[in-house]
Structures are given as C-alpha cells and as structure tokens.
C-alpha cells in the first residue's frame, strides 16, 4: 500500500540524524533518503493524499502529478550523487544543511497548489540554502551567507503577503494558475523571479555558489533557483510576461559566463541563462513549451549539478577554478577534466549530452514567427556556452606549458560524484526517450532526426572554429585573475548608502521627536508639580486660590444647568 | 607566466572542423522542412555560431574593460 | 480538582510561590528547588486549566462585589487558559534560567528578584483571567506595583530614576485614563463584564465610543501603545531575567491582552465601527509605530536595548490585530500575543546566557560565538526568525494572518506596513543571528571556566523548539479560541 507521506518528509527527518552520525555513515545515510525519498515517488499514483486542517483550512501535504514527479526525480537522483561527493569531506553541518535544502525543496514540489504549504516549504529551502553557505569555510563565506539571507528574507516575506492576500482574495489552493497582475499574485510572481534568478535578483546565485563549498556549490545549484521554474510552470503557466525576463536572462547569464575568470561563478551565470530559456518557455506556454520546460528543467538540475562536482574537483586540487590557474591540470588530473568536459559539453547541449534533446524540444516551441528572437537566443546561447564553458577550459587544461602546483586532491568520493554525474549526463543525452514519457504532454519528436541533428553539429562547429580562431589572435583577453562587478556592487554601494542615509535621517528625525517629547513631559510634570503645591495653600490668597475658586464655582453653576437640563 | 594560447587548439579546431563540415553536409543531404524564418534556412546555423562565438570574445572585452575589479583576487575558494 | 478550584490555584500558586522563596532563600539550592518545582506545579495546574476549558468547562470565581454588577471577579475562558498555558509553560523554562542566571552571575538578592517575578506572573494571570474591567483594573495596579522592584532591583541611581518613570508612565495613565474610561463605560453600559461581542454596541454615542477607544488604548500603558512606551525603554536597567518575565511573560503580554479584551469583550465590532475615527487612528499609530520601533532597534548595538524594541514592535501587531476586530483579525492578534511570549522569552534568555557567560551585551560582539555555544545561538536564531515572520516559524503565521485580516477589511496600507516592519525586523535581527552562527569562533569568549551551564542552555533550546509549536498547533488553536469572536446569543 503506497505510503501518504511527502518525499521531502524523509530528507527533513534524515537531517538532523546526520548532524549525530559519525563521518563514515552521513553519505550512506544522505544517498538512503534520497532513494527512500525516490521510492515514495515512484511508488505513488498521481493525487492527492495526507490532508491536515491548519488554521481552519484543509490542506494536503502530498499532491502527486506529472510536472512535480519530473523535477522530484531529477532532484532525488542528484541529492544521490551529492550523497556520493560528500564522502570526500568532513563536515557533518553542511551535510544537515544539504539535506534541509533538498527536503524543504522536495517538499515544496509535492505540496502541489496548497500555497500556504508551499510557502512554508520555499521557505524552509531557503534557511537551509543559507545555512549550506554559512557551512563553508570560504573566508567571504559569512558576508555572502548573509547577503544571500537578505535576498531569501525578501523572497520569503513577499511570499508571506501574497499568501496572505491569496488567501483572502481565493481561498488557499490554486486552481488554475494566479493573475500576476492581481496585487496578490503580483507578490507571489515578485517571490518566484527572485528564487528563479530573474535580471535585478540574478546575483545571489553566482554570489552563493562561488563561496560555497564543492558539495555546497552542487547542492545549491539543483536544489535553489529550480524550485522558481517549478512553481512558475505551476503557478503562472503562460504568462506573457516571462518571455521578455527569460531573454534578459539569456543574455546576462551568457555576457557573464563569457566573461568570467572564476569557472563556478561562469557555471552560475550559465544556469541562470539556461533559467531564462525555461521561463521564456513557461511564457509561450504552449504543451509543447511546457513540457520542453519540464524536460529542460531535468536536464539542468543534473548537469549543472555535474558542473559544479567537477569543478569542486578543480577547486580541492588547486585551491581555486579559475580559468587563469588551471593551466595543465588535465595531465594531472585526467578523470576530473573529463568529468568537467563532459559536463560542459552537456551544458552547451551537445549532441549525445544530456541538454540536447531537451533543447531541441524548446527550438521547437519557440519555432514560430513570434518568438522567433526567442529560438535565436536559445541557439546562441547553446553555442556561446560551447565555446566559453567547453572550449576555453579545455584549452588551458590541456594547453601547454607547466601544471600550477597541485595543493591537494580531489577525494575518492568527489571523484565518483563527478564520475556518477558525468554517466548520467551522457546516457540521458543519448537514451533521451525515458526522459520524454515523463513529461505530462508526451514528447514525440525525435531529437536525433537529421536536421535537428545537423544544425546542432553545424552551430556548435562553426562557434568552436570562430572561437578558437579569435583565442589563438588573441582577440579574446588574455586570462587574468580579476573579479566582475554586477549588480550587487550596485546593491552593496548605493542601494546600501541610500539606506543606511534614509535611516539615520529617520533615526535623526526620531531622535528629535523623542527628545520634544521628554522636554514636554518634564516641563508638563514641573508644571503639575508647581500647581499641585500652589492647591496644597488653598488659604493664602493667591491668584491660584481665586482661579481655584472660580472654577469650583463654575463647576457648581454648570452642574445645576445640566440639573436643569 | 605567459603560455602559449594555441597549444591544445590544434585538435579542438579539427574536431570543431569536422562538425561543421558534417553538420553542413547532414543539412544539405536530408530531406528538411522548410524554414519558418532565415534563421532556420540550412547553412544559418553555422552563422548563427560564428555570431554567438563573435558575441562572447565581444563580451568578455567589454566586460574586463568596464566591470573588471581593481588587483587580483587572492582567496582561495573552500576546499572542504 | 475541578475547574474552579482549577482557576483558584493557577492564580494563588505564584503567590505561594513568592512567598515560598523568601521563605527559602538560603540555601541557594533550597531556594532554586523552591522556585524550580513550583514553577512545575504552576505549568502543571495551567495544562490543567487549559484541558478543562478545551472540554468546555466553565468557572467563575467572585472574591467581592463592591457596587452594583460590578465584581472583583475571575472566569475561565480560552483567552485566558491560553495566556494560563503560555506563562505556565515558558514560565517553568524561565524559571530554570533565572537559577542558573543568578548562580552565574552572583546577582544580588536573587530571591527578592525571583519573588517579584512569581508575583508578577500573578498579576498577569489575573489580567488574563479577569472577569470584567474592573478586575482588570485591579490586576493592573497590582502588575504594576509588582513589577516595579524588578525594575529597581539593581538598586543603583540610574535603576531609581528607571523605576520612577516606570511607576509613572503606568500608574498615571491607568488612573488618568484607564479609571475615567471604566467609569464612563459603566455609565452607559451599566455593566463592566467582558461579553463576547462586546457590551458597548449601539450603546455609545460615536465621540463617546471614539474617546472611550482612546482613553483605553492609551490607559492600558503596559501595551506599550506610543506614546506611552517609555516604560518600556526605562525598564532595560532590570537584571535579563527580570527582562524576560517583563517582556515576555507578564507586563507586555498582559498589555497586549488587556487592549484585546477591550476591543473583543467591551467594544466589539458594532462597538468599534462606532468608533470608526479612533480605530483607524490608532491602526495607523499602531503600525507605523511597529515600523519606526524596528527602524530604532536596527541602530541600538545594546542588545537588551534592540530587543527592547523587537518587542515593543511584536506588541504593536498585537494590537492592531486585537483593532482589527474581525474573528481573523483577533485570531491573527492571539497568534501574534503566542508567537510574541515564545520567541521574546527565548532571545531574551539567550541574550542572559550570553551576557552570563561572556560578558557579551553588543550586537557586535556577538559574532562568531555561535561556534563555541551553538545550542545557544541556535535557538537565538531560531527565536529570531519567528520574530521576522519567517515562516515556517510561530511569527510568519500571525504575519500572515494579520496581512489577510488587514487586506479583508479593505485596510491594504496596514498590511503593507506589517509587511515593512516585518523587513526592519529581518534586518535587526537577521544579520546578528548569521554572523554570531558564522564568524570565526572568539578567543576566551567565555568569562567563566566552566562555560554555560545546563539550566542557562536547556530553556533556550526548548524555547525555540516552542517557536515551532505554532505550525502544529495552529489549527487546534483556531478552534478553541473560536468562543472568543462568537458573539453570545
């Protein structure tokens, strides 16, 4: 009999048992929620099931269907790699906060259209995201831990008002979709852009990811900005304006991830790019979009989680993955190269890797005269991560010229991670059709029929030898180790000033007003005090006892008036 | 320390070679369906490549010459 | 026992709980156990208390009859039993912390300062428990008078002057305000009981029912309604336990009850749609009061100070909830008033354990000790979080429930000013609870060899654990409380 019990249930309930376990047993422990999680999955028609009644309504904590199955299987089957890659370190905090992130995200899926639940799970998510940044020892670890906060904190509490307004306005479940144009869904749609990534809130994750730690940077990538796209496809399916937001994405995550000397940052900024084509998808709305959408959302969870594995591979070896260090690694490290390449050549949706058919499935929704600037970005981006994410570290990683000196080596577990996740980012590449059934509009088309095939191969050619050209003229600048601002320096500058000076005016303003007061106060209570021993000579004839008088007698007369009356 | 940009090109701009060359023959020997726009026309693709290669080295320019930070960064990421 | 020897005892127990600790104040250990075990048996009559009027019971108990309808009487009702529940409960952790507090730190006369905390937990059990205003009144006074030593404990100049403000500020505005409004209600009610559904409605003239708001509002200065919130600024002279009784236990939340019990029990909503003017100015007041407090805390670095203002911020959207009058409005209030006494009394005795036991009071300072005592900062983050509205933590529910109260009633600015005041709370307390969980561990944080003890650790942790209660025991909450927005028949 299936058990009504939400996956993410498990992963919650598995990981405060990890903070007590010795080392040896946290990823088994961590890779047996994750498949006892999968299980519950699986094993579980599509429905509804677990009601509680909180707060006078009735809520269900388990709701099963096509679109939260796709994104659970694909997050189940990464936390069972994480679980692997863990074992390559020693830190029993980060893996409980692993383990929160994946269960209030797994949760959050399978609570369905119950908003309130939702909230609480998004939430959830969201302290254990922050809490997997504060685990890192990362020297900028806490300030990012903390920027990352304030942005979770506005998500959170934008969240908690259009839930409230919802609630009010609709009742607690979503029937249909929310009006993003309503105050409350205008709340909600505010909450999921900045989960997702959307331009203005597209720093945090490159923010969050670079200071993390190798599992973290993986943890986070699968388990963040991809519960946004889930609940936008839930919640806001169609909506006009996603389109134009996922092709600003495009095009910042490609501009950074081209530009980028630090290789996780340059993956972050690739996965918000690969984000903006899910939402513009989402925006088409069409079945076919929005199954390329679930499809899509499969592929970038494992791949980018592959990414980052690999990369946290670069990182234990040398210290860093920056493009500028990693000059001859590859003949040091031969596996966890070709991980990272593997990785990458999935990432740019190479023919035979992972995001290719899925990316195929999205050039076909976007094939129409109206969108047809969207299929333009969804190509190019394809080749620009071709040529920056595959081309250009491979070019130092196996370029000549001496190995930096290695500082340490990547674990056994980090290496079977990044080995695990490279595996699945070729077998979906080239038995996509499993992926296909489990999207709730079927995919019938082929991804390897001969013109979607040839055109791929003809792109990703043709961008590899102008790049590779425009590299060797030294047209492209050389590697150095420099940072990017984007628009947190804007946040962190001005933004910040103007609010540190909107609050000292307040605080002046305030200040003053409270001093008025205790100046009033004390002059009332001298003055009380003053009369008060003035009555206390009620026979000395002053002009207190005349005005006291007067008003006993006024007193009298008005009280006989009212008599009267 | 200063190396030599072009020395893994080599085979990377054969394999990229190949795939251009293969694409553009797939292309032009099945049977395709026509084109909603030019840019779905057969030979576009390589174009459309060379442009998106154009735009990244065009980026990373712009980007190193108006965002870059002042001096290198010396932290070194967790290796934990 | 039943439920009126029941609700004789929780009102009797921390006076005989005062009196017993005096009696037994050496040894310290004596006197701990005192103080330790009825606090048990205060918890324990309060679960009591709780279980019988969750099936219905009912008791009144009249201890005289000075005019005419008007008693000096206490009645068992969910308000009250929850408010019973609440003290009895975090009462007992409270009184685990207070030992080992006053063991840590060698505080003078720590049974004198134990008394008075029982004796206030008295008061405000009363308060909740009040039949009528009158009793109220009373039970006001009595809070008051109680917990003004605690203010004074210290004994020092600047405790005197903070002891002086604080008798004045709440003993001025309750005899110049609170009496006269009593009295009027009597002259046009006839009646001073709390009815629900009010006993004002249609009675009051629409500038009676408007000054009668006011003058309540305002005469009920333990909620801290600006600008009679100076108390509450004088009262950080008090040693941390006598803080956490104050804030978290007996003067605020009592308050806080207090203004809902008028708005519920005397004005009701045909009552305070007659005072339409004043309920929307003291809504008004009410929240950008909540903002301008959480703005001020952001720039106190004293943590009893920033906390000081957390609170009084949490009391706000008591109140406006409590204004608000409709059953989600009230709801959204006694969620707050929970949310508000679980998460003040965990900070405030987190904060005591840190000052304890580092020597720690600045906001700064607190960066990095979250490695070398994490259950304690733990359950300060976790408090800290509730205190936001972070769901999905006690606060976020009343924060959700006051936004959609707010919105249902066509007031969408108030809303958004929860809304507002909720983000000056996130940045107070967000970044101090981050930095303390993830700064570098402090060289020789602690001033004492053998660090914190069980009993200033334990009652934290399980006062964030409560924190969470809510998110279980909401829905059972909704109904019990349900008797309390019914009107009667």
């Known amino acids: 009999m299936p058990i009504a019990l939400n996956p993410g249930f498990v992963l919650l309930l598995a990981a405060p048992l990890v903070l007590a376990l010795p080392r040896g047993l946290r990823p088994p422990t961590i890779a047996a929620a994750a498949f006892a999680a999968l299980w519950l999955v699986l094993g579980r028609d599509f429905g509804v099931a677990g009601f509680v009644r909180q707060m006078g309504v009735e809520m269900a904590t388990l709701q099963l269907d096509a679109l939260n199955q796709v994104f659970g299987i694909a997050l189940l089957i990464t936390l069972m790699l994480i679980g692997a890659y863990t074992s390559g370190r020693q830190n029993r905090f980060e893996d409980a906060a692993i383990l929160t992130l994946a269960g209030g995200a797994v949760s959050a899926l399978f609570v369905g259209d119950h908003l309130i639940l939702f909230v609480a799970a998004a939430s959830l998510a969201g302290l254990g995201a922050t809490w997997v940044v504060f685990a890192s020892s990362h020297p900028d670890a806490p300030r990012a831990g903390v920027r990352f906060m304030v942005w979770h904190g506005l998500e959170s509490l934008f969240f908690l008002v259009g839930a409230a307004l919802h609630l009010v306005a609709h009742g607690e479940a979503v029937e249909a979709h929310i009006d993003a144009g309503s105050l409350s869904g205008g709340f909600i749609f505010a909450a999921l852009l900045i989960r997702a990534g959307a331009p203005l809130a597209h720093v945090w994750l490159k923010d969050a990811v670079s200071r993390a730690s190798p599992a973290g940077a993986a943890a986070l990538s699968a388990f963040t900005a991809m519960l946004g796209v889930y609940a936008l496809a839930r919640f806001f399916p169609a909506e006009p304006m996603l389109m134009p937001i996922g092709a600003a994405m495009i ?171 490279a595996f699945f980012c070729l077998a979906i590449g080239l038995a996509p059709q499993w992926l296909f059934g489990l999207t709730p509009s079927e995919l019938t088309m082929s991804p390897f029929a001969p013109d979607r095939l040839a055109r791929q191969i003809e792109l990703m050619g043709a961008a590899g030898i102008a790049f590779l050209s425009m590299y060797v003229f030294g047209l492209f600048p050389r590697e150095r180790g420099t940072s990017l601002a984007d628009l947190d320096a804007l946040y962190r500058g001005p933004v910040a000033g103007a609010g540190r000076w909107i609050g000292i005016v307040a605080l002046r303003v305030f200040g003053a007003a409270d001093r008025a007061a205790e100046v009033l106060s004390t002059r009332l209570g001298g003055a009380t005090g003053f009369l008060m021993r003035q009555l206390d000579h009620p026979y000395r004839p002053r002009l207190a006892s005349a005005a006291q008088l007067v008003a006993l007698v006024g007193l009298i007369l008005v009280a006989a008036l009212a008599g009267r009356l | 320390m200063k190396t030599s940009r072009s020395g893994a090109a080599g085979p990377w701009f054969v394999l990229c070679l190949a795939l251009l060359a293969g694409g553009i023959g797939l292309e032009f020997a099945a049977d395709i369906a026509p084109a909603f726009w030019v840019g779905a026309k057969p030979g576009a693709a390589a174009a459309i490549g060379a442009g998106a290669a154009a735009f990244a080295v065009i980026s990373a320019n712009l980007a190193r010459f108006i965002l870059a930070g002042r001096g290198e960064r010396s932290d070194d990421a967790d290796r934990s | ?369 979250g490695r070398v005592m994490p259950w304690t900062l733990a359950g300060f983050a976790l408090a800290s979080a509730s205190m936001v509205g972070m769901p999905p933590f006690a606060g976020a529910w009343a924060k959700l429930w006051l936004i959609a109260s707010s919105s249902s009633v066509g007031l969408v600015w108030a ?50 654990v409560a924190t969470l209660s809510l998110l279980v025991f909401a829905s059972a909450l909704s109904e019990f409380l349900k008797p309390v927005w019914t009107p009667m028949p």
């Open chain 3, 1 to 369: 026992m039943n439920a009126e020897l029941g609700l004789l005892a929780i009102l009797v127990l921390p006076v005989a709980q005062a009196a017993l600790v005096l009696a037994c104040a050496r040894p310290p250990g004596l006197r701990d156990a005192a103080y330790i075990l009825s606090a048990c048996a205060i918890a324990g009559v309060a679960f009591f208390v709780f279980n019988e009027t969750a099936h219905g019971a009912q008791a009144r108990v009249v201890l005289a009859r000075p005019l005419p309808n008007v008693d000096l009487a206490f009645a068992l009702e969910p308000l009250g039993a929850m408010v019973a529940l609440l003290i009895g409960g975090l009462g007992l952790l409270h009184a685990i912390h207070s030992a080992g507090f006053v063991r840590a730190t060698h505080e003078k006369s720590p049974a004198r300062l134990m008394a008075f905390m029982a004796l206030t937990s008295a008061c405000a059990l009363a308060v909740a428990f009040s039949a009528n205003l009158f009793t109220m009144f009373v039970a006001m006074q009595a809070l008051t008078l109680a917990a003004f030593p605690l203010v004074e404990h210290r004994g020092d100049e600047a405790a005197g002057a903070a002891g002086r403000l604080f008798l004045a500020v709440l003993l001025a505005s309750s005899i110049g305000l609170f009496l006269p409004a009593m009295v009027w209600t009597y002259a046009i009610a006839g009646v001073l009981d709390f009815r629900p559904g009010g006993v004002l409605g249609g009675l009051a003239d629409p500038v009676s029912a408007n000054l009668l708001l006011v003058m309540f509002v305002f005469g009920i200065a333990a909620a801290a309604v600006p600008p009679m919130h100076r108390w509450l600024m004088a009262s950080r002279e008090a040693p941390s336990p006598a803080l956490t009784s104050m804030y978290a236990l007996t003067v605020l939340p009592a308050g806080c009850i207090g203004v809902f019990k008028v708005a519920a029990f005397v004005f009701g909503a045909s009552g305070l749609a007659d005072a339409r003017l004043a309920t929307q100015a003291l809504i008004v007041l009410a929240g950008a009061s909540m903002c301008v407090a959480a703005l001020v805390a952001l720039s106190k670095q004293d943590v009893h100070e920033r906390l000081a203002y957390t609170c009084l911020a949490q009391a706000l959207a008591a109140v406006l909830g409590a204004l608000l009058t409709i059953p989600a409005g009230l709801f959204a209030s006694a969620l707050q008033i929970t949310a508000l006494m679980c998460s003040a009394a965990t900070l405030l005795m987190a904060s005591g354990t840190i000052a304890a036991v580092t020597g720690r009071t600045q906001a700064g300072a607190y960066a990095g000790l």
């Open chain 1, 251 to 421: 095009a910042i995550g490609a501009f950074y991830a081209s530009a980028e000397d630090d290789l996780r940052a340059s993956a972050a900024y690739a996965q918000i790019a690969h984000i903006g084509l899910c939402l513009a998808l989402i925006g088409i709305g069409s079945r076919l979009a929005l199954a390329a959408v679930e499809g899509h959302a499969f592929t970038i969870i494992i791949a980018f989680s592959a990414l980052q594995m690999g990369l946290g591979c670069i990182v234990q070896i040398l210290g860093d993955a920056r493009v500028s260090m990693i000059g001859g690694v590859g003949r040091v490290a031969p596996i966890s190269c070709a991980c990272l390449i593997v990785a990458g050549l999935a990432v740019a949706g190479a023919p035979g890797f992972a995001m290719y058919p899925t990316l195929t499935a999205a050039l076909s929704a976007a094939a129409q005269w109206d969108t047809r600037w969207l299929w333009l970005a969804f190509s190019g981006l394809s080749a620009v991560l071709f040529a920056v994410l595959v081309l250009r570290p491979a070019l130092r990683l196996y370029g000549a010229g001496a190995a930096q000196p290695a500082i340490g080596k990547a674990a056994y577990g980090m290496v079977l991670g990044s080995v695990l996740g």
């Open chain 3, 415 to 464: 809303a958004v000013l929860v809304g507002l005041a909720a983000i000056l709370t996130f940045a107070h307390l967000g970044p101090m609870a981050a930095n303390a969980l993830s700064g570098r561990a402090p060289p020789d944080a602690f001033i004492r060899p053998d660090g914190a003890s069980f009993l200033l650790v334990a009652p934290v942790a399980l006062g964030a």
